[in-house]
């Protein structure tokens, strides 16, 4: 039947369902799974995995690791569990360190399966050139690559609380720093996998659409402890 009809890409629409597109092999995506195109969406079909889910039980504060985890799966054959990058991170499994992971756990994290991941990060006076933009991350799906992003997870649930038919965030209470993996886009969406989300609304966080003005309202906003927005890293 594939030789009959061809290469497909799948896109995921806003309710949830898989349609899927012909291309050809020219599109293919040289890293992991193959990006789905059409009018409304690119999507990457990167695997969801909950920060909160089996394997994922030691750590609170694992939404990096969990994110790292993400791109091993889609773009290896490697399928570690969210507990075992967060040691391949060297995240401490007790303690203030495991509530936070920074730039070079999860580069190092990454690494370990062979996954070279690059920090952006607006620290310096090349403002435009290091921060991590809307642009850059919609050039990087374009590439099929995920990215993985640092946000302010209080602006983002400001912002998409009071908006009829957006996923508001499971965790009502949390508004500080939140990793998550950039996995698609539309016109006026930002598609993510969100690992803060779990039990019966893990399905939620699943390549979940956020307004683009929601989202970069969070990317760029500061959040607690941390000198600047618009920061996260990509694959190389």
Known sequence: MTEELGLF???????????????????????GSQPGTSPLSTTLLVPF???WGDGADVRKGDCGPASVAGIVHYATNHRPMVDQVAVSCGQPSAGEGSQYTGHAQLRQGAARYGIALE????????????????ELLKQQIDRGKPSITLVHYGVLRNKTNDRAG???????????????????????????????????RASDGDHRHI????????????????????????VK
């Not at 009502?172 to 989300?197: A, C, E, K, S």
């Not at 307004?211 to 990509?234: H, N």
């Open 9 to 31: 890409k799948a896109c995921r629409l806003t309710d949830r369902t898989l349609a899927f597109y012909p291309v050809s092999p020219d599109d293919l995506s040289p890293i």
């Open 49 to 51: 995995l909950s920060q």
């Open 119 to 134: 920090t952006r990060s607006p620290y310096t006076e090349e403002y435009d050139r290091l921060r991590l933009s809307i």
């Open 166 to 200: 957006i996923i508001a965030n499971q965790d009502q209470t949390y508004g500080r720093g939140h990793w998550f993996l950039v996995v698609g886009y539309t016109d006026n969406m930002i598609i993510v996998n969100d690992p803060d989300f779990w039990d019966e």
């Open 211 to 234: 307004p683009l003005d929601a989202f970069e309202a969070a990317l760029a906003t500061k959040a607690p402890g941390c000198s600047v927005g618009y920061q996260g890293l990509i």
